[in-house]
């Protein structure tokens, strides 16, 4: 009886978690289900590629429903990231733009941090949101033309290996400056770490596989993680550590890759 109970409490506390990021990680009114117990960010993170591969599924579904009803492959996938984009607020893509408004216009670390903590978009920032999202919507178009199924589970696996690369760059990252989003959140723990990537990895793995077969599944897990590990050593050289902003840019880009990559092997 004991075990049974600690199982369950241990259950409720992930459902507990995964409601606690789907409060942060979208808009929708996780209040109004239930009460999520109060726990810091960087413990429930590790919840956050479950989330994410969610997400996914919805943006998928929605995907395949609109080709299903004879709309060109490129406009649904239009649609489909405009829903994906307002249910998440799109709090990565603002995170992706404020990263490279920093980076393409600061002359050094200071500088480039103050831009990125304006919130007007700059030149940079629109440019490179209008260039993922077509890459996006290309790549989904390419994916969704294959069968019923495969866009929801690519885009399920993408998304919650994406979210994965979040909580692993802020458990292996030291905050760049003292205050801000990503270090009121705190650095997740090993444990939080080893969690979000086992989930992100397995999760992402099968759901990949099964949906485009063992060697694309394997070149998209590990040209995602080389963005993310790409990204990480450029803001290291020049901001010495992560903020949001490389948080949500980490996952905007190494989404971007995986799904580039599932289409082109498709083809």
Known sequence: MKGISSEAEALKRWGEDVLACVGFL???????????????LSQVMRAFPIVGALLGICGGLVLAAIAALGAPPLLAAAIALACLIALTGALHED????????????????DVLAIMRDSRIGTFGVLGLVLVLIAKATSLGEIVE???????????????????????????????????????????????VKS???????GSGLLLLAAVGLPTALLALILGWG?????????????GGQTGDVCGAVQVISETVMLAVIAIMLR
């Open 95 to 110: 995170g992706f733009a404020d990263l490279l408004d920093g980076f393409g216009g600061g002359q050094d670390r200071e």
């Open 196 to 202: 979000a990537l086992l989930i992100g990895a397995i």
């Open 26 to 40: 979208t808009r929708m009114p996780v209040g109004s289900w239930a009460t999520v117990a109060v726990r810091p």
């Open 146 to 192: 294959r069968s019923w199924y495969v866009a929801p589970l690519a885009l399920a696996g993408t998304s919650a290996f994406s979210r994965a690369m979040i909580v692993w760059l802020m458990g292996t990252t030291p905050p760049a400056r003292p205050d801000g989003l990503s270090a009121s959140a705190g650095q997740p723990g090993p444990d939080a």
């Open 227 to 239: 963005s993310a590990a790409a990204i990480r050593a450029i803001t290291m050289e020049r901001i």
